[in-house]
């Protein structure tokens, strides 16, 4: 919370009345519970915690808080609510992204240098963008054919993201203090009970895969195509600390032959020995976490993995990183259940060891693929601005699967593709081994 010695923050919601639609809209429901929960992550820090950004991947979570509004009032207040008036045109520069077409944009790597506004005027920005955004709810009510609404679909689901970027940034910030600060305390898991992996035939053939039908998705995970696969299988859980432990053990950081080129230039550079956020002390292995550092847990599903780790890993072990094809697949028909943010852990747990079949499929960590990032059959981006959301990043990117215990629960969906380049590690991304049948 908020520091005694600083006058309290507004949220939005404190601001100004909580909306109350007349028609009871379920899209206003919805808006205001987006917005809320972002609100809810900030509440653990204080006024200092919203400016800093420890490198250029991350973000300010300042900045997250106003760029979300921005991304509002740009793409849908500006198109279609005439009357609107930003509070500051300022704004548009120091808070748009990376839409070329949305005009001039500030430095990502400087956004940490910008003290100004403050946070209490980002938090009336909300504020301010609310306000517009539920007039402009209630007057598009009765309209279900008006452009506005799946542009405030898209609009809520990429807070959705920036929810788990706030918290997997922030979590940065805190690993670079020195103090490593505490965000939310939690109780240590009752039991850390291992569980056997098991391998999961998935019959091979032609198979569906991508979005079709009903029900929100982003642009990159359509069209819904054919691909056909050969016979495989899928480990039941996640790969374990106490497992990647083993693959540290026996040297798996020094042996090139495990190693994809750039990935052992990379941890020859960077000096990588283990995950992010673990250290080595003289009682063995901790592991920095949102709720403190703490000895790694041997059963806990390992994460803060790159693509390169998860790759040399996969062939220390003997098996192979999932196609992202066969992991649609195999997690075809089964529930979206897991620790997600909302269970406020922060941290991915072990696998339930009474699940039966594939486990852990969301929650806890995303799960590396190896698939390249790349459009699928026929995929063509949106027009304007708004088609730069996730076509201009299919170059260099490997795709990931499922979500993760920083994604919102209604975030995730079966075709997500997630996506990142192949030495990030910020992120709570983890491993499933595969293997031909």
């Known amino acids: ?46 006024t200092e915690d919203y400016v800093v ?42 808070f748009n992204s990376y839409y070329v077409q949305a005009g001039e944009r500030h430095c990502r790597a400087k956004r940490g240098l910008v003290t100004r506004p403050t946070v209490r005027e980002v938090f009336e920005y909300r504020a301010h963008v609310d306000a517009a955004m539920h007039a402009l709810i209630d007057r598009i009510a009765g309209d279900a054919e008006h452009p506005a609404h799946a542009l405030i679909e898209l609009g809520l689901h990429h807070e959705q ?21 505490v965000y939310r305390a939690r109780a240590v898991d009752a039991g850390d009970v291992g569980t056997a992996a098991q391998w999961q035939p998935v019959a091979g053939g032609v198979h569906r895969i991508g979005h079709e039908g009903d029900g929100f998705a982003f642009d990159n995970e359509s069209p819904a195509h054919r691909v056909f696969l050969e016979d495989f299988r899928l480990a039941s859980r996640l790969v374990t600390n106490v497992e990647y432990l083993e693959f540290i053990n026996d040297g798996g950081y020094g042996r090139p032959e495990l190693w994809l080129s750039p990935g052992l230039a990379t941890v020859q550079d960077q000096k990588w020995e283990a995950p992010f956020y673990w250290e080595r002390t003289s009682d063995g292995w901790t592991e920095f976490t949102l709720s403190g550092t703490r000895p790694v847990s041997p059963n806990e599903p390992v994460c803060h993995v790159s693509y390169y780790e998860a790759d040399a890993f996969a062939r220390w072990a003997g098996h192979r990183l999932p196609t992202e094809a066969e992991w649609e697949v195999a997690a075809s028909g089964e529930p979206v259940a897991g620790h997600f943010v909302e269970s406020e852990r922060y941290h991915p747990s072990p696998a339930d060891p009474n699940a039966r079949g594939l486990a852990q499929l969301y929650g806890d960590v995303w799960q590396w693929t190896q698939s390249a990032y790349v459009g699928y059959p026929g995929f063509k981006p949106a027009g304007g601005a708004i088609g730069e959301y996730n076509g201009k990043w299919m170059s260099d990117q490997w795709v990931l699967r499922g979500a993760s215990c920083a994604t919102p629960q209604t975030h995730a969906r079966l075709t997500y593709r997630n996506f990142f380049p192949s030495d990030a590690r910020w992120q709570f991304m983890g491993i499933r081994l595969a293997d031909h049948a």
């Not at 010695?5 to 919601?13: C, I, K, M, N, V």
């Not at 997250?64 to 045109?89: I, K, M, R």
């Not at 788990?164 to 203090?177: C, G, S």
């Open 1 to 46: 919370m908020i520091s005694s010695a600083t006058s309290q923050l507004p949220t939005a919601t404190s601001l100004h009345e909580p909306h109350r639609s007349a028609r009871g809209d379920t899209l206003g429901a919805r808006y205001s519970a987006v917005r809320a929960q972002t609100e809810h992550l900030c509440e653990p820090l204080d």
């Open 53 to 94: 950004s420890s490198m250029p991947d991350v973000s300010p979570t300042k900045w997250h808080l106003a760029h979300t509004s921005w991304f509002f009032e740009t793409f849908v207040l500006g198109p279609h609510a005439p009357d609107y008036l930003s509070p500051n045109p300022r704004y548009a520069f120091l």
């Open 161 to 181: 993201q920036h929810q788990e970027l706030l918290v997997t940034d922030i979590k940065h910030v805190f690993w670079m203090n020195p103090l490593r600060p």
